[in-house]
């Protein structure tokens, strides 16, 4: 019988992390088509420069990194965005982004 159990556990506690591992991989796919949208959806109030639209897909007053205020992380509102975008704008008119690759970041073990 204990040489049973001895066999049986190993084999139990491979199968259990193997569908764990399933499980976390079928999440990360979902969570990455998200992510995908969310980015495409960005870019594109971006290049339509939806300033307004755009400045609400983030928190109320987020932090962030952005060159145009140096190296460090700044808080800054959604109506500084705004503003920070329609000047930008008004420097070059036909501003546009476009996304070239993306690729996961991150804790992606599986």
Do not use: R
Not at 68 to 84: E, T
């Amino acid at each position: 019988m204990k040489k049973i159990f001895l066999i049986a556990l190993p084999a139990m506690m491979i199968i259990m992390a193997c569908q764990n591992a399933t499980q976390k991989n079928e999440l990360n796919d979902k969570s990455s088509i998200d992510v995908k949208h969310i980015i495409k959806s960005y870019h594109e109030l971006f290049n339509n420069h939806d300033w307004e639209k755009m400045a609400a897909m983030y928190s109320e007053t987020p932090e962030m990194k952005d060159p145009a205020f140096g190296v460090k992380s700044i808080k800054i509102s959604q109506s500084d965005i705004i503003k920070k975008y329609k000047e930008l704008n008004m420097m070059i008119p036909d501003v546009h982004d476009s996304v070239i690759s993306m690729y996961p970041s991150g804790d992606n073990d599986c």
